[in-house]
Structure formats: C-alpha cells, structure tokens
C-alpha cells in the first residue's frame, strides 16, 4: 500500500468578479459568519501545517493571537484561534528575518526561499493537508507544479477594484472539479484538483 502523502491545497475568498482583496487590502467585504466559521474549523482540523507569504502571514499574526483575549469573541472564533495557534506555520519570505512565538502563536517558523525538493520531503512526513495562504506564494506554488487542490469560495458580491486572484501564473494549467457546495449566506465554494500533467 502506497504511503498517505500530504496534499497541498488553498483556499481563498473571492468576490464574483474575481478579486480576493479591495483598494488597499480591503477584505471587510468577506461574507463570513457562523456559518464559514464552522466551515473553517472542519478545514483547520484537517490542515497540519500553514504554508504563508509574508503579508498573509502578519494579517494572521496581528488577528488570531488576540482573539482569546476578546471577552466578546465568540466561541467559534476562540476555536479558530486555538487551531491556528497550534497548527505548524511556516512563512516564506525573503524581507523577514525571523518570526517570534508568544503564549497565543507558537510553531511558527520563516523560509527564505521555496525549494520544491524540501516542499516535497514536508509532504512526505504529513498524511493532513499543507495549506497555501497568501496569493503570492500560491503563485509560486502553482509555477513550481506543487499544488494539488484549489477552494475557491465566491461571495456574492461585486467590488470595483481589487487585487486579482491568481495574476502572474505562467503557464495554462487545467483543473478538475471536485465539488461545489451552496452556503446559506450566498457563499458558493468550488473545489478544483490540479491536473499537472495532460
């Protein structure tokens, strides 16, 4: 029986016309509620380790440590914020210099560069998925060949300018639809297999 590798997957919020952030970052258009909340938590309890880029990375950081010191944060916030704590992160960037673990934000860890050889040898040694965050490093994921599954979760909205989803892979790359589920908020997630080679 072959070995349980990991699965490099991502998963982004887009809106309909294909930004996954507005002018200036702006994500407070996300249609997140209780409902993506529990969907996030079956997603983290499947993932072993975080793969970021820088920006993603300090967005996490600055958001999910102080949650459990929110008196108001709800339940599923604070177990969004335990799973995350304690989840493997790693951060790929080459501006950053070293990353600091407190009481709310350990297992983390900075790379320099992504090497396809030590991506696949981490696969190697997870059977969970190792999940991409930041569209950058997916980009570089996606030109190195390594993804393996996209989760795109369209919101029903409409923004004028943005950053586009994916601008800058370098070569066609066919997908493979795995399933589509319909969320009460409006929310419609897509789940898409790479195809790397045809």
Not at 14 to 37: M, T, Y
Not at 45 to 67: A, C, H, K, Q, S
């Amino acid at each position: 029986m072959d070995e349980i590798l990991g699965k490099i997957t991502c998963f982004v919020n887009l809106s309909l016309n294909g930004f996954f952030e507005g002018a200036n970052h702006d994500i407070s258009w996300h249609n997140v509620n209780e409902e993506f909340n529990r969907f996030a938590i079956g997603m983290l309890r499947e993932t072993d380790v975080i793969l970021f880029g820088r920006r993603t990375y300090e967005l996490f950081r600055d958001y999910w440590p102080n949650i459990p010191k929110d008196p108001k944060a709800p339940p599923s916030d604070l177990e969004i914020a335990a799973l995350i704590n304690n989840v493997q992160k790693i951060v790929f960037s080459k501006t950053l210099d070293k990353v600091e673990e407190k009481e709310n934000w350990k297992n983390v860890k900075v790379v320099h560069n992504v090497n396809p050889e030590e991506i696949e040898v981490l696969k190697q040694q997870h059977s969970g998925k190792l999940d991409v965050g930041g569209n950058n490093v997916l980009i570089t994921f996606l030109n190195m060949k390594l993804v393996d599954e996209i989760q795109v979760m369209i919101n029903p909205i409409l923004i004028p300018e943005g950053n586009s989803f994916l601008k800058g892979i370098q070569e066609k790359t066919k997908l493979r639809l795995l399933g589509t589920k319909v969320f009460e908020s409006g929310n419609v997630l897509h789940r898409y297999g790479v195809i790397k080679s045809y």
